[in-house]
């Protein structure tokens, strides 16, 4: 018996934010680079951000898009994980964890953030209850982690 845990990583002042420019299909450009991973903005906040038209983000520089990232799905990961260690929580003999990646961010180097975050996982496969795999889907690649390694997919858009 196999158990997945299906999850998306988006912040959800992003998800917020997009949905407020969706809505008002005007000339104003949501910034990715405002929202990063872990921060919290005020609704007025995300509002004066979806009224902008142009972009007055930082943006991203050398490999951070990679490290935001990695730091980002290890996030994802641990919270996963701790409810995976509940008692009440359903375990099979094996239990997946398939993130969904949906986090605002610039074209990345995939083998370079999966470097980066095989490294943030080196402990993790030595817990008592953990995922045995980590899949994370964007919408062209699959990767698969494991202990100490990982691999990359092409994934083909049958829709």
């Known amino acids: 018996e196999y158990g997945i845990e299906c999850t998306e990583a988006i912040p959800q002042d992003y998800a917020h934010?997009?949905?407020?420019?969706?809505k008002n299909a005007d000339d104003t450009v949501t910034d990715m680079s405002l929202f990063e991973w872990g921060q919290k903005k005020t609704p007025?906040?995300?509002y004066e951000i979806t009224s902008c038209t142009e972009l007055?983000?930082?943006?991203?520089?050398?490999?951070?898009?990679?490290?935001?990232?990695?730091?980002?799905?290890?996030e994802v990961t641990k919270?996963?994980?701790?409810?995976?260690?509940?008692?009440d929580y359903n375990k099979y003999?094996?239990?997946?964890l398939l993130i969904y990646d949906n986090l605002p961010r610039p074209l990345i180097d995939f083998n370079k953030a999966c470097s980066f975050?095989?490294?943030?996982?080196?402990?993790?496969w030595n817990g008592n209850l953990v995922f045995d795999t980590i899949f994370i889907q964007t919408e062209e690649l699959l990767m698969k982690f494991g202990s100490s390694k990982f691999e990359i997919f092409n994934t083909i858009n049958l829709w």
């Open 17 to 22: 934010a997009t949905a407020i420019s969706e």
């Open 44 to 46: 007025k906040n995300i």
């Open 56 to 74: 007055t983000g930082p943006g991203w520089v050398n490999d951070n898009p990679e490290h935001e990232w990695a730091f980002a799905m290890s």
């Open 79 to 87: 919270t996963k994980t701790s409810l995976l260690q509940k008692q």
């Open 93 to 96: 003999s094996k239990n997946y």
């Open 117 to 124: 975050l095989i490294a943030k996982l080196e402990n993790y």
